[in-house]
Protein backbone atom coordinates (compact mmCIF):
# COMPACT_ATOMS: atom_id res chain seq x y z
CA UNK A 1 0.00 0.00 0.00
CA UNK A 2 1.00 3.30 -1.25
CA UNK A 3 2.35 5.41 2.15
CA UNK A 4 -0.24 8.55 3.10
CA UNK A 5 1.29 12.39 2.36
CA UNK A 6 0.70 13.17 5.91
CA UNK A 7 -1.24 12.57 9.26
CA UNK A 8 -3.55 14.49 11.77
CA UNK A 9 -3.85 13.65 14.75
CA UNK A 10 -6.81 15.81 16.85
CA UNK A 11 -7.00 14.65 20.43
CA UNK A 12 -7.19 16.59 23.56
CA UNK A 13 -5.61 13.27 24.96
CA UNK A 14 -2.14 13.22 24.84
CA UNK A 15 -1.62 9.40 25.56
CA UNK A 16 -3.94 8.54 22.76
CA UNK A 17 -2.02 11.05 20.37
CA UNK A 18 0.85 8.99 21.78
CA UNK A 19 -0.61 5.37 21.12
CA UNK A 20 -2.32 6.50 17.87
CA UNK A 21 1.17 7.74 16.58
CA UNK A 22 2.80 4.73 17.79
CA UNK A 23 0.53 2.35 15.59
CA UNK A 24 0.58 4.72 12.96
CA UNK A 25 4.65 4.36 12.68
CA UNK A 26 4.74 0.62 13.04
CA UNK A 27 2.15 0.52 10.45
CA UNK A 28 4.41 2.69 8.34
CA UNK A 29 0.94 4.44 6.74
CA UNK A 30 3.10 7.86 6.42
CA UNK A 31 6.45 9.51 6.69
CA UNK A 32 4.71 13.04 8.60
CA UNK A 33 2.03 12.64 11.35
CA UNK A 34 1.11 15.79 13.48
CA UNK A 35 -1.03 15.79 16.57
CA UNK A 36 -3.18 19.06 18.09
CA UNK A 37 -5.11 19.12 21.23
CA UNK A 38 -7.80 21.00 20.23
CA UNK A 39 -9.65 22.14 16.91
CA UNK A 40 -8.87 25.22 16.80
CA UNK A 41 -4.99 24.59 16.67
CA UNK A 42 -5.58 21.70 14.22
CA UNK A 43 -8.07 24.09 11.95
CA UNK A 44 -5.63 27.45 11.83
CA UNK A 45 -2.90 24.41 10.44
CA UNK A 46 -5.76 23.49 7.77
CA UNK A 47 -6.48 26.84 7.05
CA UNK A 48 -3.04 27.76 6.37
CA UNK A 49 -2.36 25.28 4.15
CA UNK A 50 -5.46 25.15 2.36
CA UNK A 51 -4.01 28.91 1.32
CA UNK A 52 -0.88 28.25 1.03
CA UNK A 53 0.31 30.45 3.56
CA UNK A 54 3.01 28.64 4.92
CA UNK A 55 6.61 28.48 3.86
CA UNK A 56 6.32 25.21 1.06
CA UNK A 57 10.11 24.11 1.71
CA UNK A 58 8.94 23.40 5.24
CA UNK A 59 8.78 19.84 6.41
CA UNK A 60 6.37 21.10 9.42
CA UNK A 61 3.52 21.68 7.06
CA UNK A 62 1.95 18.97 4.58
CA UNK A 63 -1.42 18.69 3.39
CA UNK A 64 -2.49 15.40 4.91
CA UNK A 65 -4.56 12.49 3.76
CA UNK A 66 -6.21 11.47 6.42
CA UNK A 67 -7.78 13.18 9.52
CA UNK A 68 -8.01 11.23 13.27
CA UNK A 69 -10.70 13.94 14.71
CA UNK A 70 -11.74 13.46 18.37
CA UNK A 71 -15.50 15.01 19.22
CA UNK A 72 -14.87 16.05 22.82
CA UNK A 73 -11.89 18.65 23.18
CA UNK A 74 -11.72 21.98 24.90
CA UNK A 75 -11.39 25.30 23.27
CA UNK A 76 -13.00 23.91 19.71
CA UNK A 77 -14.60 20.48 19.70
CA UNK A 78 -14.84 18.05 17.02
CA UNK A 79 -18.25 18.96 15.47
CA UNK A 80 -17.10 22.84 15.52
CA UNK A 81 -14.24 22.21 13.26
CA UNK A 82 -16.31 20.03 11.08
CA UNK A 83 -18.38 22.85 10.62
CA UNK A 84 -15.40 25.06 9.70
CA UNK A 85 -13.67 22.16 7.37
CA UNK A 86 -16.66 22.16 5.28
CA UNK A 87 -15.91 25.34 4.33
CA UNK A 88 -12.30 25.18 3.11
CA UNK A 89 -12.69 24.53 -0.34
CA UNK A 90 -13.59 21.62 -2.12
CA UNK A 91 -10.77 21.56 -4.21
CA UNK A 92 -8.25 21.32 -0.88
CA UNK A 93 -10.78 18.44 0.89
CA UNK A 94 -10.63 16.41 -2.21
CA UNK A 95 -8.19 13.58 -1.10
CA UNK A 96 -8.56 14.06 2.68
CA UNK A 97 -10.25 11.71 4.37
CA UNK A 98 -11.69 12.49 7.76
CA UNK A 99 -12.32 10.38 10.87
CA UNK A 100 -14.36 10.77 13.92
CA UNK A 101 -12.51 8.65 16.73
CA UNK A 102 -14.31 8.96 19.62
CA UNK A 103 -15.32 7.07 22.38
CA UNK A 104 -18.98 8.13 22.14
CA UNK A 105 -21.71 5.71 20.73
CA UNK A 106 -24.43 8.46 21.34
CA UNK A 107 -27.06 7.78 18.15
CA UNK A 108 -27.38 12.29 18.23
CA UNK A 109 -23.42 11.66 17.37
CA UNK A 110 -23.23 9.56 14.84
CA UNK A 111 -26.30 11.13 13.18
CA UNK A 112 -24.14 14.76 13.21
CA UNK A 113 -21.25 12.47 11.46
CA UNK A 114 -23.10 11.27 8.79
CA UNK A 115 -24.43 15.05 7.63
CA UNK A 116 -20.47 15.31 6.92
CA UNK A 117 -18.35 13.80 4.65
CA UNK A 118 -16.73 11.96 7.66
CA UNK A 119 -15.89 8.33 8.69
CA UNK A 120 -16.85 7.14 12.02
CA UNK A 121 -14.36 4.90 14.29
CA UNK A 122 -15.17 4.12 17.80
CA UNK A 123 -11.98 4.15 19.97
CA UNK A 124 -9.11 2.85 20.73
CA UNK A 125 -7.58 3.17 16.85
CA UNK A 126 -6.86 -0.34 15.96
CA UNK A 127 -4.48 -2.44 13.07
CA UNK A 128 -7.50 -3.71 11.89
CA UNK A 129 -9.72 -0.77 12.04
CA UNK A 130 -6.90 1.45 10.18
CA UNK A 131 -6.40 -0.97 7.35
CA UNK A 132 -10.27 -0.80 6.63
CA UNK A 133 -10.29 3.11 6.75
CA UNK A 134 -6.92 2.80 4.03
CA UNK A 135 -8.42 0.18 2.39
CA UNK A 136 -11.56 2.70 1.59
CA UNK A 137 -9.56 5.69 1.52
CA UNK A 138 -7.22 4.18 -1.70
CA UNK A 139 -10.28 3.21 -3.01
CA UNK A 140 -11.46 6.79 -2.98
CA UNK A 141 -8.64 8.01 -4.27
CA UNK A 142 -9.25 5.90 -7.35
CA UNK A 143 -12.44 6.67 -8.05
CA UNK A 144 -11.49 10.63 -8.06
CA UNK A 145 -8.40 10.06 -10.38
CA UNK A 146 -11.29 8.43 -13.06
Known sequence: MTKLSGILLIDDDETTNF???RLLDRMEVTD????FVNGKQAFDYLYNISNN??????????????IFLDINMPVMDG??????YERLSPDFRKGITMVVLTTSTHPQDTDTVEEYAAEYVTKPLTAEKLNKLLTKHQAKRQEDKA
Not at 32 to 35: A, D, L
Not at 53 to 66: A, H, I, Q, T, V
Open 32 to 35: HIHT
Open 53 to 66: NYDPGSRDYFKPEL
Open 19 to 21: LNQ
Open 79 to 84: FELLDL
